[in-house]
């Protein structure tokens, strides 16, 4: 089985309103469930707004902390799930229900060394 | 007495199966590529003095297997993670012997997957499967070699790192997958269409006779593949000897190829007697009906509304109202054309200009043709219109 990382990109601004997000949210649940259920969820995880991060920077024996987020853009990730497939076309299959339910656009890329 | 050109002619037809073969025992690209072309090196030596083995695909994937499987011994002692993950996977396969299992089916839908991008796609089809080198599908595709060698190690390593899978696609997913393979097929074929890049024609018809011999309850693939024998069967009359392009109608009939047409014609017969059409069974319908002369416009026209029905687009529409005109005058045809948004088309403002002559506005035709003229990409398609335009 091979690890695949499922990354939501998520538009800068506002959250969407409740009534958009609540069942939004409901179907993603349902939809970690069945991950799990089929043995493919590994784990995911939702991050507050970009404008939270810091960024660290190793420069000689310093470490710089500056006000995140690293890349400069309108989108950024805005959560990620990982699975654990036998191949892409499997992956991909995950990835097209993530991106239904998210209706954002989903990035699906294979893990080098997967294993936990 | 065996030739090298013998033997390439063997590369040419065998190269593609060994290298699904090798892929599968091996589940690497990279490895099977070698290791057939090692077998070839081999062949080029021992055949010309041993004579042709009974089965020469058969000699060549047992002795590309066996020189993989040496290879791989000597450095999986050597610690290559890679390596032993080869033949930990070649140990997981029963050995092929004897008659070969046909596992070029895999390979294409691996080479023609969505993940990949289109032009690659194409790179990995005539690489793997037709046996191209690196080099001539960079000569045909007009791109400096190593842009193609850069983007046959991208896919290949996609392909490797992302674990897109050798298999026939499950049903639910055939219909679209098998799209893409023929796309990639008939994007082959129409590339080759331009001037002094005709071994892609031959090519892209080999991939559909292959296609069409592995998949036969396919209706779209016969289509494909009548499609591309028709219109190949009119090659030697679409340009002069200069080179100058030929219109279908003024061409000489005793130039088309008619035992391509006979072969193109049965095979559109078997789709319609199938009654599952789709846009290439369509579109050979129509190369069917020009093949026979004179052409029945009214059957065009109806054709035409098939294909607009299954894929509406305005390219469809623009063809349709040629037949149109053929069949109800200029004026009904002109009237289609100037409502579809085509501006950016050549062929949209050479088809005005050909109607607008025919009503005898010819102010306005040069006008057209001029437009027609600038847009148009390829040297022949702009001489031809300089001679269609009235003085």
């Known amino acids: ?116 | 007495m065996l030739l090298s050109t013998d033997i390439a002619l063997i590369f040419s037809q065998e190269y593609g199966r060994a290298v699904s073969v090798l892929v599968r025992v091996f589940g690497d690209i990279d490895i099977a590529e070698e290791a057939v072309q090692d077998a070839f090196a081999v062949a080029l030596r021992k055949w010309p003095e041993d004579g042709l083995p009974p089965s020469p695909a058969g000699w060549i994937i047992t002795t590309a297997r066996n020189r993989a499987l040496d290879r791989l011994r000597r450095e999986a002692t050597r610690d290559q993670r890679h390596a032993e993950a080869a033949l930990l996977h070649a140990g997981s396969e029963p050995p092929e012997e004897g008659p070969v299992r046909d596992e070029r089916l895999r390979l294409i839908f691996t080479c023609c997957h969505p993940a990949l991008a289109p032009a690659a796609r194409v790179a990995l089809t005539l690489r793997l499967l037709g046996g191209l080198s690196t080099a001539e599908i960079a000569r045909a595709f007009l791109v400096p070699e190593a842009t193609m060698a850069q983007r046959l190690v991208r896919a290949k390593g996609k392909i490797r790192d992302a674990r897109i899978p050798y298999r026939v696609p499950r049903d639910a997913d055939l219909p679209d997958r098998l799209r893409a393979v023929l796309a990639v097929v008939y994007l082959i074929f129409t590339e080759g269409y331009a001037a002094g890049r005709e071994p892609l024609c031959g090519e892209a018809i080999r991939l559909g006779r292959q296609l069409a011999g592995l998949m036969p309850d396919e209706p779209e693939v016969t289509g494909l593949l009548a499609l591309m024998l028709l219109v190949e069967s009119r090659r030697a009359a679409r340009a002069t000897g200069a080179g100058e392009l030929v219109l279908l109608a003024d061409q000489d009939r005793e130039l088309w190829d008619s035992g391509l047409i006979a072969e193109g014609q049965a095979l559109v017969r078997m789709c319609l007697r199938r009654n599952q059409p789709g846009p290439y069974q369509i579109q050979a319908a129509i190369n069917a009906v020009h093949s026979d002369a004179p052409t029945d416009w009214h059957q065009v026209v109806l054709l035409y509304d098939q294909l607009l029905a299954v894929t509406p687009s305005p390219v469809v529409a623009l063809n349709r109202a040629v037949a149109v005109a053929e069949v109800e005058g200029p004026a009904a045809g002109l009237e289609l054309v100037d409502a579809l948004d085509l501006d950016r088309y050549h062929l949209f403002h050479a088809v005005r200009a050909d109607l607008l002559h025919r009503l005898g506005r010819d102010a306005e035709a040069v006008r057209a043709y001029d437009t027609a003229i600038e847009l148009a990409e390829h040297v022949a398609d702009r001489d031809l219109l300089r001679r269609k335009r009235p003085t």
């Not at chain 1, 959560?79 to 229900?97: H, K, N, P, S």
């Not at chain 1, 991106?99 to 954002?104: D, Q, S, Y």
Request: charged residues 25%.
């Open chain 1, 1 to 116: 089985m091979k690890q695949y990382m499922l990354s939501i990109y998520q538009p800068d601004g506002p959250a969407p309103a409740p009534e958009v997000l609540e069942p939004i949210m409901r179907q993603l649940d349902a939809l970690n469930e069945e991950m799990r259920a089929k043995g493919a969820w590994v784990f995911a995880g939702g991050m507050h707004e970009p404008g939270t991060a810091t960024v660290l920077r190793s420069k000689g024996d310093e470490v710089l902390v500056t006000d995140g987020p690293f890349t400069e853009g309108r989108e950024h990730l805005g959560g990620f799930t990982i699975i654990r497939a036998a191949d892409l076309d499997e992956a991909l299959e995950w990835g097209r229900r993530l991106a239904k339910v998210i209706t954002l656009p989903i990035e699906v890329r294979p893990m080098q060394h997967g294993s936990c």
